[in-house]
């Protein structure tokens, strides 16, 4: 079965600085999609940013992007100009093209934006 | 257009009784999942539906069900409730269970065990 890990389990940042969120992931397969969702205290998920594995350049969504390296199966995510809004707990999310092909999360990494 | 609806937003039961919670989809979307939430385990798959027919079933026990309707809107059931089942559960809809169709999830059912 594929496993995500987060290593981080807690990161902060300064307001307008940048930080890096970890993601590895395991899988035998070699087409797949890769997900950050973001969990504010509403506990309302809201998807960040999405990675195709096929696609060799990296996602980005305004201030949000991703590094993805396929041979590693590492998934990061930089927060450029961090924003107190930011401030939320952070899942990275596999999921396969296959049947089955359900969500596998990791633990999440909690954010704190420091003013 | 309206988001993921979930209801009851909190829920507090009983050890041995049986709960259901629901889940209105965004309007257009036939495919519903269902994540249990702890500290503990992280987001686990339950189970997700489309066009009423239950496809993928994570690793729980049979106390855990469900169903989804023919209007999309899904419905979730544990029965024989036990302490450990007190989690936030997530409902999520999608168009259609093809891996790229983004899952737009609701807030959540609260559910505490006593």
């Given amino acids: 079965a594929q496993t995500v890990t987060q290593s981080q389990p807690e990161m902060s940042v300064q307001e307008a600085e940048t930080v890096t969120l970890s993601c590895t992931y395991d899988t035998s397969e070699s087409d797949y999609y890769l997900f950050w969702y973001k969990q504010p205290p509403s506990r309302q998920m809201i998807l960040v940013i999405r990675q195709e594995a096929y696609k060799q350049q990296n996602a980005t969504e305004n201030r949000f992007s991703v590094n993805f390296q396929k041979a590693a199966k590492s998934f990061s995510l930089k927060i450029s100009d961090s924003q107190l809004g930011d401030a939320a707990m952070y899942f990275c999310a596999y999921r396969s093209l296959g049947t089955g092909n359900q969500f596998y999360f990791g633990t999440g990494t909690s954010l704190t934006v420091i003013p | ?114």
């Fill in chain 2, 1 to 114: 257009k309206a988001g993921v609806t979930q209801t009851p937003r909190y829920l507090i039961k009983t050890r041995g009784q049986q709960v259901t919670l629901s889940c209105s989809p965004i309007s257009g979307h036939r495919s519903v999942s269902w994540y249990q939430q702890t500290p503990g385990q992280g987001l686990q798959f339950l189970f997700e539906y489309f066009s009423e027919t239950q496809r993928n079933k994570g690793n729980f026990p049979g106390r855990f069900s469900g169903r989804q309707f023919s209007n999309s809107r899904s419905e979730m059931n544990v029965s024989t409730l036990e302490l450990g089942d007190s989690a936030l559960y997530l409902c999520a809809s999608s168009l259609g269970p093809v891996a790229k169709n983004i899952q737009y999830f609701g807030a959540g059912t609260r559910l505490s065990v006593l």
